[in-house]
C-alpha cells in the first residue's frame, strides 16, 4: 500500500482508536462506584451543608450522593420524572401534595435553618425587631424620603413561597402592585438567593434571606441583619424517597438508606455539627 | 475506439457544441483547433464522459482506460510521490505494481529526484510534466489533453510536446485540444476544427492545412481571427 | 479542584468534537457530491442549525435522557456521557455545514481530475478532504471553542453536580450566583486563555494551509 494511502488509512485508524478511548472513558465512569442522584436546592448547596454532611454518609454506607442543585418547584419536578432517587427540600406544603399525589414515600422531617431579613445598616423603613408580618408591613407603608426597595427571587423556590406567605400575614395579597403614594419599590428578580442578595446589595435593598446563604456571602457592601429569632422564620427541610411505583429505574434501596442515615443520631449530629464562622446553621429535629 | 453521435452541450441559452460527430481510431493523435468559446473543451469533456450532452457516446472496451490532463494540472497537497499512489489506487492498479509504475513514470518526466517534495510547489511546466507522469502511470488507452502547454514558457513546452510524442509513439491514442497551429502541426495526425460549437473540418493534418475551406476558416489560419502560431 | 473542572471541560469538548469530526465530515463530504431531491431543504436546514441554541439543545437531550423519556434506560442523565451527547449534537452541524462549503469550493477546482482519474464522488469528496487538511483542522477547532463555551446544554443535562458534572462554564455561573466573583473571574481568565490557545492553532493552520507549500510538511 501506498505512502499516501496508509497515511489515510492511519488517520481513519486513529479516530477509531480515539473515539474508543473516549468512549471507554466516558460511559463506564457513570457505572463504578455506588450513587443516587438527590434533587435539592440552591440555598441548600450554597449554604456549605453538602461538602460536610456527605462524606460523612459516604463513610457511613460507601454510596455516593450526587446533588442537581435546582429551585424547589424543579427538585419536586425531577422527583416526578424519576430523574432523581431522593428530594431534599424545605417547602413542607409541596412536599405533602407530592407525597399525596403519589411520587413520593412518605416524607421526614430532618432538620430547620431560619430565614432572615436582610436590609441596609441605615434601616429606612425602620423594620428591625424580632417580628417579620411587622416589618414586612412598615415596608410596603414606607413613607421614607427615599424609596425603599425589596428584591423578591420570584422563582417558585421555598424561600420564594416563605416569603409570599408573610405578605399574607400582613394583608398584602400581591406586594409587586403599587399603592398611591407609598414609595415601597417590589423587584421581582427570577434568580436564586446568590443573585438576589446580589442585587439588593448594589440596591441597598431589603431582602428574605436563608441564614446559610447568608453567613455565605461575601459581596455584603451595607447590608446587615435586621429581623430574626421569629418562629415563623423557621425553615423545614424534608427528605423524601422517590416513589419506586411510578419509576421502577430509581435506586430506592440506596436512597432509603440515605433517608434513614439522615433522620438516625448519627446524621443528626453530622447536621448540627455543621458551623459557618462558629455559628450553627442547621437545626437537626427529626422525629424518633 | 470512441464515437461520438449527434452530441449537443447547452449551457443555459448558449449551445456550447452543436450536432457533434467525432470518431476517435486506435493510435490517432488528434487535435482539436478553434478559437475560445468554439467548443473544443466541451467536445473533450463529451468524449471522455466527463458532461452531459444529448447524443450517443459508445466506448470500445480497449478504450475504457482514459485520463485527461488540464490546463492547470491540478495536484493535491501530498508530495510528487503521493500524488502518483493516489492516481494509481484510483485507477485500481495491482498493490505490488504501484511502486515500480510510480518509479518508471517519474524518471521518463525526470521528475525522480523530486518525488519527495511538495507537488504543488514544483514550478508549473514541472507540475504538467509531473499531470503527464501520473496519467501516463495509469497505462491509459486514451489520452485527452486540455490546451496542455498554453501556460508553460518555451522550454517547458518543448519538454511536454517531447513526452506527448512519445506516448504517441508508444501506441496511445491521444485528444488533444490546442490553440497552437504550429504545436497541431508537428504533433496531430488529424485536425478537428471547431467554430462556434460546431465541427466544421475533419481532416488528416497535412489535408487540413493545405486546403483551402471556407473564408472564416482561411482567416482563422491566418490568424487574422485573434490567435498565435509558434 | 480548579484543575478537575479544567480537565472535565477538556475531556467532555474533545470528546464530543472527536465524535461529531467522525460523523460530521463524512456527513459534509457525502453532502457536497449528493443529489437527491429535496437537497436544498436539507442545507437549508443544516445551515439552522449552525445558531442552535445551546439551551434548547440542553432541553431536548434532557427529556430523551430523563428517565420518563424514551432514552431512560441508558441511566446516563447528570453523568459526563450525556454532556458529551449534547455537545456532539450542537457542534455536529457546525462541523457538517463548515466542511460541506470547503469540499464544494475544493471540488470546483479538482472535481473534473479527480473523477477523470476514476474517482468515484464520495471518493472526490474525501480525498478532498485530506487535501485541504488545514482547513478542516480549522473547522475542527473552531468547533471545540463553541463546545467549550457553551454552559447551556451541559447544564441542564449535567444538572452541575460537584465533583462530578462540573465543567469550567457552569462553575464560573455557580460562582457568579453565590457573588464569590474573584473564583469566577479566575475560570472566566482560563476559559478566554483556552479559547486564545484554539483562535491561535486556527491562525497557524490557516497560514499552513495558503502558505509555501515546501513549509506546510
Redesign the interface.
Known sequence: MGHGMKHFAGRRAAIAWLLAGLGAVALPAAAQDKFIVMASTTSTEQSGLFPHLLPAFKKASGIDVRVVAVGTGQALDMGRRGDADILFVHDTVAEEKFVAEGFGLPRRGVMYNDFVLIGPASDPAGVKGRDIVAALSKLAASNAAAPVAFVSRADKSGTHAAELRYWKSAGIDDPAVKVAGKLFDYRACGCSMGPALNIAASLEAYVLADRGTWLSFKNRGNLTVLVEGDKRLFNQYGVIVVNPARHPQTKTALAQAFSDWVVSADGQATIAAYKIGGEQLFFPNAAR | MLSLDNASVRYGSVAALSDANLRIERGDFVALIGANGSGKTTLL?AL?G?VAHTGVRTVAKEAAA???V?QR??M????V???L????????AP?AE??ARATEALHRAGLFELRG??A??LSGGQQQRLALA?AWA?RPALL?LDEPTANLDPSAKREVEAMLARFKLEGMTLVMSTHNLGQAKRLATRVVYLDRGRIRADLATDAFFARHLDARTDLFLKGELPWDME | MLWRTVGLSLAVSLSACAIAAGFGLAFGAWLAVARFPGRRVLLAVLNTLLALPSVVVGLVVYLLLSRSGPLGSWGILFTPSAMVIAQTILVLPVIAALSRQLVHDSLRDGGDQLRSMGARPFTTAVLMLLHERWAVATVVLTAFGRAVSEVGAVMIVGGNIDGVTRVITTTIALETSKGDLPLALALGIVLLALVGLINAGIAVAQRAQGGNPAAAR
Open positions: 469533456q471522455h466527463l482514459q485520463v485527461m488540464f494540472p491540478f493535491l497537497r501530498l508530495s510521490w503521493n500524488n499512489r493516489v492516481a494509481l489506487w484510483l485507477a485500481g498493490p504501484r511502486a517534495r511538495q504543488r510547489a501520473r495509469t485527452f
